[in-house]
């Protein structure tokens, strides 16, 4: 399994942009990104996800560089109730068999 | 939106006692997973069951714990013998067909093991 590395914690105000980079040096080709996001004492959500280039949705966007050794989730306007851990996950395109694996995540703080 | 329901919320139990910690997946997902998350530390992987068996397990899942998926809707996790350090929240998710590759959680099961 690919390994990620995450800053362990940003800060940011409300109504900037925030970007969380994970390195995955050793994603393999048939690996794909995903991002999580957990409140205290709920159950990770899904966020986005994605195997190359640029994947957007209503929350956020996923940038993929051409090597995918890195992602960047970016997380227009904050507020406050984007406070939160964010995980990044690479794994297999395969069956649902395969469990993902988290790494410690990136614990963002929104300031007011 | 579909979501993964697990009871109880928060479950206290003396050291020794079994316990059983109840999922319902989403319907038709046909891959389920329980994962656990200690106090202040990240979320850890403990098995997978797909198709009424394991399909992957972590050295943390030993012969303590086990699955169940007893009547087609919900997928249980059994500790026989609690340790005091099994205390954490219990995570339970589910996906879609194989390709659908988005996991869903369920809002957790807080286990105290006095």
């Known amino acids: 399994l690919a390994k990620t590395t995450q800053p362990i914690s940003m800060d940011s105000y409300e109504g900037q942009e925030v970007n969380i980079t994970c390195s995955h040096n050793?994603?393999?080709?048939?690996?794909?990104i995903t991002w999580y996001q957990q409140f205290p004492s709920q159950g990770p959500r899904f966020i986005i996800q994605g195997y190359k280039t640029k994947v957007t949705n209503e929350v956020a966007s996923l940038f993929i560089p051409a090597d995918r050794k890195s992602s960047t989730l970016s997380l227009p306007r904050v507020s406050l109730s984007d406070t939160a851990v964010y995980y990044c996950l690479v794994g297999a395109l395969d069956t649902g068999r395969r469990a993902l694996t988290f790494g410690s995540g990136t614990r963002l703080q929104v300031q007011p | 939106e579909p979501e993964v329901t697990q009871t109880p919320s928060h479950q206290v139990t003396q050291m020794g006692q079994e316990v059983i910690l109840r999922c319902v997946p989403i319907?038709?997902?046909?891959?389920f997973y329980w994962y656990r998350q200690i106090l202040g530390q990240k979320v850890e992987f403990l098995v997978s069951f797909y198709n009424n068996e394991i399909s992957e397990k972590s050295e943390i899942f030993d012969d303590q714990f086990s699955v169940e998926r007893p009547d087609g809707s919900n997928f249980t996790l059994k500790i026989r013998s609690t340790k005091l350090e099994d205390s954490a929240m219990y995570f339970c998710?589910?996906?879609?067909?194989?390709?659908?590759?988005?996991?869903?959680f369920g809002q957790g099961t807080r286990l105290t093991v006095v």
């Open positions: 050793n994603i393999a080709t048939n690996d794909y």
């Open positions: 998710a589910s996906r879609g067909e194989a390709g659908y590759t988005e996991a869903f």
């Open positions: 319907s038709n997902h046909l891959y």
